[in-house]
C-alpha cells in the first residue's frame, strides 16, 4: 500500500494517490500481476503529471507595480534603474495623536486626531546604489530635489553583507531579535504622515538605481551566473528585474527579447547573441570532400505554413519618460496570421528602443519559419551551437542543433537575419504623473487687520498667510509664541496663499474718497505663477479684490502684467476700512490678496497676545525639518475706532464756537446716505482736547459728536490751536481729527 503524500503544512492528502490506487486495481483485474504493475505505473505517471509542484514564473509587469505584504513574496533582484512597489517586511501599528483646539470663553472645543506609521519595505535582493524619487498613490512623496511632501523620518540601506539593524526595528524588537536583512537593499519610514492618504498606508513605488548607465543581458548573466567571461549582450536596457527559482527563469525575459541564447562550444557554453559566438562562417569550409572533389552536399529545406506565425508581436516593458508607466509597442509579422503574441518584459528601454526590439522580435518569428537540414564533414563539430553561418548567397543561418552519426555530421540551420540594434522613432505617449518640483522658499506674512465686518472685534485680528517660490510648496505648521521663552502653542497648518509678494517700488499716499487714478502699485508675487484679475467697478465698489499693503487696506481695478510674476496694480480705492493713515510705502513691504481662503486667521485666544509687540510665529514647511521665526506686529487696530470725518466750527452768536463732527464705525466701514452708522462700541463717547494743550482749558469727555466753546475760552486760545477728536471705543481711542480753532 502507498504512503500517503503530504502537503506542506503536514497534511495528509489521501486524494493525492487516487489515479494510482484506481488503475492498479483495474490493471490487476484485467491482467493480473503484470496488468497491476502497468496500472501502477500508469497512475504513477498521472498523479505526478496533476500533482506537480505549480511551476514559478518570472515577475509579471503588474508585479512590480503593486506593493504588497504577503509572506514568501519573492524580492526581485534589481539592475541599472527600476520603479518598484516592493514588500513590506515591517511595521508599526497606527500612531494616534490627538490635538485639542479652541474652548474659550464659552465655546466648545475640538479634537482633532492624525495618524502616522513606521514601516520598513524591501526593495532589491541585490544590493542598489540609491533611491531617487518615491512615489505614494501616484503622486510623487519625494521628487528628485530630496524633500518630502509629508513629513517623515526616511533611512535606506544597501543591501550589503554587514549592514546592521535599523535602530527603529532594533527597538521595537529588541537587538536580539532585529534583523539586518543582510543581502537585501530596504527603505524604512519613521512617523510617516498619513493625514494626505486619508489615514491610510498608501501604495508606495521607488526609483530605484541599482546600476550606473544602462545595461544589458551580459551584465545581468554575469551577476546571476557569477561567471562574467561567458556572458555577453548587445540590447542595453535602463533597468532590469530578474525573479524566479533558477537563473534560468530569470534570464528567460532576455531569451524571448534579446534573442539571447546559451552557446556551446569546445570551451564550455557561453550567454551571449548569436551574433557574438565568433565571427559568421562560410559553410563551404565545412562541406564534405572526397578524393579532392567537392562533394554534394545533402540538404533538406522546411518552410513552415503562414498560418503558424503570429500576426503581431506585442511588447510590454517600463517607459522612463513616463516615470516607468507601463508601455507597449507592437510590430506586424510579414505574412503572419492573426494570432497576437505578447511578451512581457520586466525591463525599462525607451520607445524608440522598445519599437526597435519589437521590430526585431517580429523579424525573428519570419526568420524561424524557414529551416533547413544539411549533412557536413568532421570539421563541423568545431562550431558552437548557437553560432551564425553563411551560406553562399550570403544569408545568415544560426545553427540550433547538431547530430553526429559515424563520421557524419548532420547540422540543423535556422534563418537568421536579425535587425541592427538602433532604435525606430517612436512615440512614448503622454505622461501622467505629478510635476516634480525643485525644493521651494517660503515666506510668512503675518498682518495686523482692521475690522472687516459685523460684529466688532473683541481681539485683535492677525492674518498669517503664506507661499512658496513655486507650486510645490504645501504649505506650514505654525506654532505661536507669545513671549520670548514661552512654551509654543500650535496654531495650525497654513496652505500656499493665492496672490502674496511685496511692493517693487515705493507707492506715493492718494485720495481715500475718491478712485486714485494717479498712483499704481508694482507688486512683485512669491510665486510666478500667481495671477490677479481685473474687475469693474460694480464689483469693486462691492468688495472685489481687497488686498493688504503694508498697513493699508486698499481695492485695485486693473491688474496687469509687467513680467513674469511683476504686476502693475491701478484704477485704486486706498485707505478702506479706516487705513488712510497709512497710504505712503516703501518698497517691500508685504502684499496679500485678502479674497482667499488659504489664509490663517489667529483665534482670539492667540492674538489676544500680540498686543505685547513680542509674539513671534514659528513655521516649518510641510515635509521640512527647518524651524523659521517671523515677528509678529504690535496688532490691534481692529479694536480702535475709525477717526471721525467733516469736522466744522460754527460761531453761536454770543463770542463763543460750537464745533460738531460726523462718527464713523469699525463694524459698517461703506457710507449709506441719510443712513445713521452704528456706533461699534458699547456706548458712544468722545475725548477731545486742545492741540497744543492750553492750561485751564479742557479737554472734554462727551456723549454725544457735538462741544460748545464759551466765548471766554476762545478769547484765551492762541493762534494756531486746533481741537483734537477722537472716539472712545471699547478697547483703545480712535486716531484723531483736528479742527482748527480759527
Known sequence: MPRCARRRDGACDKETMMATLVLTVAGGLIGGPVGAAIGAALGQQVDAAILAPRRREGPRLADLKVQASTYGQQIPQLFGTMRVAGSVIWATDLIERREKRGGGKGRPSTTEYSYAVSLAIALSSRPIRAIRRIWADGNLLRGTSGSFRERCTFRWYDGSEDQMPDPLIASALGIASASGFRGMAYAVFEELELGGFGNRIPSLTFEVEADAGSIDAGLIGARLLDDAVRCGGDWGFSGYAASGDRARDALTPLFEADGVRLLSGPGGWRLAPAAQAGEAVA?????????????????????????????????RHYEPDRDYQLGQQTSHVAGGGAREERIDLPAALPAASARALAARLAGAAADGRETMALRADLAAAALTVGQVVMLADGSGWRLAERTIRGDEIWLELRRHQPLPATGLPADPGVPVGAPDWPDATGTIRVLDLPNLGSPAASAPRVLVAGAGSNDGWRGADLWFVPAPGAEPIAAGTLRPAAALGHLAAPLEAGSADLFDLANAAIVELTNPAMTLESVDDAALLGGANRAMLGSELLQF??????????????????????????MIHDAGEAF????????????????????SGEAVLQWIARGGTAMSEVAVPMAGRALRPLAPVHGRLSPDGAGGATAGWVRRSRVDTGWRDQVDLPVGENREAWRVALAPPVPGIGPWELSSPVLAIAAGELATVPPGTALEVRQVGDFALSPPLFIPLT
Open 283 to 315: 559553410l563551404a569550409d565545412f562541406r564534405e570532400k572526397r578524393r579532392g572533389e567537392e562533394a554534394a552536399v545533402d540538404t533538406e529545406r522546411r518552410r513552415a505554413p503562414l498560418a503558424s506565425l503570429p500576426g503581431t508581436m506585442r511588447l
Open 557 to 582: 481695478g486693473r491688474a496687469e502684467v509687467v513680467a513674469p510674476g511683476l504686476w502693475r496694480l491701478s484704477h485704486l480705492l486706498r485707505g478702506r476700512a479706516g487705513t488712510r493713515d497709512a
Open 592 to 611: 496679500v490678496l485678502l479674497d482667499d481662503s488659504a489664509a490663517l486667521l489667529l483665534p482670539e485666544t492667540l492674538s489676544g497676545w500680540t498686543e
